[in-house]
């Protein structure tokens, strides 16, 4: 499968913005979708994941309640919908899919990314 995220902007803080992430091939709706992100200096890191069906959901503890994760298998694309942006959320986020999903929250748990699209929330 072939990842094309897209979305990211620049936003000031308290402000939203939201990510999407488009796969080719048929098969879209096999894979659970990941999103992670990196900041420059640190290591790249989990954000969250959606299962193949959507109906179960991962978040890390610094975005949850604040970021969303969705999918649209008809559309074989994946969503992150951030709201209550900080500056520390300011990253390259890259969208990611696995088809043997065991709970990883590292990067080395998915098979497949997309190329990054950075978010830069200011002050």
């Known amino acids: 499968v072939q990842l094309q995220a897209s979305g990211g902007g620049l936003v000031q803080a308290g402000g939203s913005l939201r990510l999407s992430c488009a796969a080719s091939?048929?098969?879209?709706?096999?894979?659970?979708m990941g999103w992670f992100r990196q900041a420059p200096g640190k290591e790249r890191e989990f954000v969250a994941a959606?299962?193949?069906?959507?109906?179960?959901?991962y978040y890390a503890d610094s975005v949850k309640g604040r970021f969303t994760i969705s999918r649209d298998n008809a559309k074989a694309t994946a969503y992150l919908q951030m709201n209550s942006l900080k500056p520390e959320d300011t990253a390259v986020y890259y969208c990611?899919?696995?088809?043997?999903?065991?709970?990883?929250?590292?990067?080395?748990?998915?098979?497949?990314w997309g190329q990054g699209t950075q978010v830069t929330v200011s002050s």
């Open positions: 091939g048929r098969t879209f709706s096999s894979y659970v």
């Open positions: 959606i299962s193949w069906s959507g109906s179960t959901t």
């Open positions: 990611a899919a696995v088809l043997n999903f065991y709970g990883s929250r590292s990067p080395a748990g998915y098979d497949y």
